[in-house]
């Protein structure tokens, strides 16, 4: 660790404390805000100056860094293999579970859904809304698709005909097989 270094000891941290918690199915944990309050509220618990939590918190992770990354890389390969398994529940019964699955692949592919789609056995459309950050990727993969939307509060609200489902599944499995080609690299998409 040098003088220059910028995230020693506050960002040190905060990683530290990220690190901890197991991913959740969307491969999201904390958030670095979230390990700033958490930090913070563990200071004034113990009656800890923040900045000596911090310097403690930075000085462990620093020297557990290897570790603490293996762990880490670990529990994302976990996290692609449960949506592996996830998406071969499509094959046993594609209508009752392909609409869950089509949501975490989205999900996967980093593009927040802000609520799932409707029944499709019962439905003749298919509504998915997309978070307001994600329009511009969300529409890059269903661009040959046709679809409608209306802007709300929460987002976009894309409406798809029943029959194109599968059309649907067969893009999003193309973009989550180019991420796995790509170790997972999302910026590549």
Do not use: W
Not at 56 to 65: R, T
Not at 70 to 82: F, G, I, R
């Amino acid at each position: 660790m040098s003088k220059k270094d910028i995230e020693y000891p506050y960002v040190y941290a905060d990683d530290l404390i990220v690190s901890i918690p197991n991913l959740n199915r969307n491969g999201t944990k904390l958030s670095r805000p979230d390990a700033i309050r958490m930090r913070q509220k563990i200071a004034e618990i113990l009656d800890i100056d923040d900045d000596v939590l911090a310097k403690k918190f930075a000085n462990y992770y620093l020297k557990h860094k290897k570790e603490i990354e293996q762990k880490e890389e670990d529990k994302h390969k976990k996290l692609n293999e449960a949506h592996k398994s996830t998406f071969l529940c499509l094959v046993s019964n594609p209508v009752d579970n392909g609409i869950f699955v089509l949501i975490e692949m989205i999900n996967r592919l980093g593009i927040r859904t802000v609520f799932s789609c409707e029944n499709l056995a019962k439905s003749k459309k298919i509504q998915i809304m997309v978070d307001c950050r994600h329009f511009k990727k969300f529409e890059k993969i269903v661009k040959n698709i046709s679809f409608k939307y209306e802007n709300c509060i929460m987002g976009r609200n894309y409406l798809f005909r029943r029959k194109d489902y599968f059309k649907l599944m067969k893009n999003f499995l193309i973009k989550f097989n180019k991420l796995e080609e790509n170790s997972g690299n999302l910026s590549s998409l």
